[in-house]
């Protein structure tokens, strides 16, 4: 019962810190699961030639702070 209860409260800190994140992104929201794979998908089809690259997909947030 003690893990589920520290499970329950990461939880709850972990959705308020996407929250104000989500706040401070220019797209007013954080990514999700589909924002990283359509991102590796369309290296996949699109981009052959891109190769080592590092792509950060935060919806503006590093531009900001």
Same mark, same amino acid.
């Not at 308020?16 to 290296?43: C, F, I, Q």
């Given at each position: ?6 499970m329950?409260?990461? $939880?709850?800190n972990?959705?308020?810190?996407? #929250?104000?994140?989500?706040k ?6 954080v990514?999700?699961a589909? $924002?990283?794979g359509?991102?590796?998908?369309n290296?996949a089809e ?6 080592g690259?590092?792509?950060?997909? $935060?919806?503006?947030?590093t #531009?900001?702070?």
């Amino acid at each position: 019962i003690r893990r589920q209860r520290q499970m329950c409260i990461r $939880d709850s800190n972990y959705e308020g810190l996407m #929250s104000r994140r989500a706040k401070y992104t220019p797209l007013k929201r954080v990514a999700t699961a589909n $924002d990283v794979g359509e991102v590796a998908v369309n290296l996949a089809e699109n981009n052959k030639f891109v190769t080592g690259e590092i792509i950060t997909i $935060d919806g503006g947030f590093t #531009s900001t702070t």
